[in-house]
């Protein structure tokens, strides 16, 4: 998927959020850090196993269970390039707060896998975005490759591997999991050999051809991490039995009223297939309100015109992230891929493997005929060993932290409440619930209000912890309101005097956990001006 439609999931830790503990509670925290680091030595030593301290307590003590059928239902399709190697692992560990319906596998621009040399890209897809021109001098031009950056064939599989080893502990600590069986039955591979390519239908073609007919009516966010060919092949199908036939008029509007196209996909596909004229009507997904801070592609390195904000950048380096989430936690957070660790990645030339090298130098991809012509013009850019580089994650604004979706929620303080919340789950794989962290189980109570300019609004809500912990709230309005708490559950907010009819006040309660690895949730509230 790089180097151009990434997007860097910096939802990283500020200094000042670590340390809340207080003093008087030192003890206890002693003893909680003393638990924590038996269970992880239990957990790598294999010596033994807690279970008395987790007694008779269900998974539901830790977090509701909930309705999958009501969740978002999200399907994937990626070209497994490092950036989405690490977006489907946090969309594993996240994979409790959505229903996900598909993982594929399918090519795009930067990643094609060929069909072992029988033709050629140009051949397949003449109106092809590949970029890449000889590949150090591997073929004349972009039209000869039979391949590009071809990835790893296993990855996928061992990711689940990986799943089902944290599974057993992840599940006990919150019971909203898939089980690995189900995401074995729902990743497939996809049409992987050309960029462009839907000349058949594939595994990955006939599961999201199968996803779109059948009766579950919720929307199908179809998102693309890579190319779009895979779900054109699947539409195709869907065209190719139900066009003029007595049955297409309700198969269009079921295609119509269901899919939602998450991102154009690295190729032309789209276009050149003229599924929008197949499917009239045909509806991208809609724009989400997220909570994430996206940085640029080189936010966790030294270029200071492309870095993120001075108060993140601690955390997208070691010690924090091998200490919070890459060793010693879960099999699924330690595949995570951070700069120069050591591995190297499948199938990448020496500029492109990031697991070895700690920088970016997008000129000499290009010197080398590995990417644009225009990237000659980039300037390199150094990172420290075990920063944090690439991540599209895009499950990221469905995850339920308490902020509202028809609410905008860009700031680094959720950027910091995030990784946070990453911490904690790296937990939830290695311990048994009575030994980590969960989150806050906060009720706001009525959410939605209606006032005039210059009048007070009181709300009040109530939280419980799941662990018994300390909880410390906050009240206060992202838009400027005026707030005033009379205690931790309750305040009153006044409208601003020169407020216009229409324009919305929004208010936070943050409630977190006084707890090691603290997590945070919210009730947000919106008052209306009349």
């Known amino acids: 998927m790089l180097p151009f439609d990434f997007r860097i999931l910096s939802f990283l830790l500020s200094e000042k959020t670590i340390h809340l503990q207080p003093k008087e509670n030192e003890t206890n925290q002693t003893n909680h850090i003393m638990k924590k680091y038996l269970c992880i030595f239990a957990a790598l030593a294999g010596l033994f196993t807690v279970t008395a301290a987790y007694g008779s307590s269900a998974p539901e003590d830790y977090a509701a269970k909930v309705d999958k059928s009501k969740q978002a239902r999200i399907l994937i399709t990626t070209d497994l390039e490092v950036d989405d190697m690490n977006g489907l692992l946090l969309s594993l560990i996240y994979s409790d707060q959505y229903d996900l319906t598909g993982i594929v596998w399918t090519a795009g621009m930067f990643h094609f896998s060929g069909d072992g040399g029988l033709h050629t890209l140009g051949e397949i897809t003449p109106n092809f975005r590949a970029q890449s021109t000889h590949c150090e001098h591997r073929v004349k031009g972009t039209a000869d490759l039979t391949d590009l950056r071809p990835v790893d064939p296993t990855w996928l599989g061992r990711v689940l591997d990986y799943y089902e080893a944290d599974y057993a502990k992840v599940s006990k600590n919150n019971p909203n999991y898939p089980t690995p069986e189900y995401l074995r039955s729902i990743t497939k591979v996809g049409n992987i050999e050309f960029e462009g390519d839907y000349r058949f239908e594939t595994e990955g073609s006939r599961l999201i051809y199968d996803r779109i007919m059948d009766d579950d009516p919720r929307p199908l966010i179809i998102q693309h991490w890579g190319g779009i060919n895979t779900t054109v092949r699947a539409l195709y199908s869907i065209y190719e039995k139900y066009h003029g036939t007595p049955q297409w008029d309700s198969v269009l509007k079921k295609v119509t009223d269901k899919v939602r196209i998450s991102g154009n996909g690295e190729d032309n596909c789209r276009a050149d297939s003229k599924i929008d004229e197949m499917f009239p009507g045909l509806k991208n997904a809609d724009r989400i309100g997220g909570f994430f801070n996206y940085g640029t592609f080189f936010s966790a390195g030294k270029d200071p015109q492309r870095a993120a904000a001075p108060e993140l950048q601690p955390y997208m380096h070691a010690p924090w992230n091998l200490e919070a989430y890459k060793y010693g936690h879960g099999?699924?957070?330690?595949?995570?891929?951070?700069?120069?660790?050591?591995?190297?990645?499948?199938?990448?030339?020496?500029?492109?493997?990031?697991?070895?090298?700690?920088?970016?130098?997008?000129?000499?991809?290009?010197?080398?005929?590995?990417?644009?012509?225009?990237?000659?013009?980039?300037?390199?850019?150094?990172?420290?060993?075990?920063?944090?580089?690439?991540?599209?994650?895009?499950?990221?604004?469905?995850?339920?932290?308490?902020?509202?979706?028809?609410?905008?929620?860009?700031?680094?303080?959720?950027?910091?409440?995030?990784?946070?919340?990453?911490?904690?789950?790296?937990?939830?794989?290695?311990?048994?619930?009575?030994?980590?962290?969960?989150?806050?189980?906060?009720?706001?109570?009525?959410?939605?209000?209606?006032?005039?300019?210059?009048?007070?609004?009181?709300?009040?809500?109530?939280?419980?912890?799941?662990?018994?912990?300390?909880?410390?709230?906050?009240?206060?309005?992202?838009?400027?309101?005026?707030?005033?708490?009379?205690?931790?559950?309750?305040?009153?907010?006044?409208?601003?005097?020169?407020?216009?009819?229409?324009?919305?006040?929004?208010?936070?309660?943050?409630?977190?956990?006084?707890?090691?690895?603290?997590?945070?949730?919210?009730?947000?509230?919106?008052?209306?001006?009349?």
């Not at 980039?378 to 932290?401: M, T």
């Open 331 to 530: 099999k699924l957070t330690g595949e995570i891929w951070l700069m120069a660790e050591g591995r190297a990645i499948y199938g990448e030339p020496l500029i492109y493997n990031f697991g070895l090298i700690d920088y970016i130098d997008w000129a000499q991809a290009a010197e080398q005929g590995w990417a644009a012509e225009g990237l000659k013009s980039f300037k390199r850019v150094d990172y420290e060993p075990f920063s944090w580089g690439f991540c599209q994650f895009g499950c990221a604004s469905f995850i339920n932290i308490g902020l509202r979706p028809d609410v905008q929620n860009r700031d680094n303080h959720y950027t910091a409440v995030m990784w946070e919340e990453l911490a904690a789950r790296a937990d939830w794989a290695i311990c048994d619930p009575s030994d980590c962290n969960h989150a806050p189980i906060v009720d706001g109570g009525q959410l939605d209000f209606t006032a005039a300019p210059g009048k007070k609004v009181n709300l009040s809500a109530s939280a419980k912890d799941p662990d018994g912990d300390r909880l410390i709230t906050k009240w206060y309005s992202p838009t400027g309101a005026q707030v005033s708490a009379a205690d931790g559950w309750k305040t009153t907010v006044t409208v601003p005097s020169d407020a216009k009819s229409g324009d919305k006040v929004v208010v936070n309660l943050e409630v977190r956990d006084d707890a090691e690895r603290p997590m945070t949730r919210f009730a947000q509230y919106v008052i209306t001006v009349k």
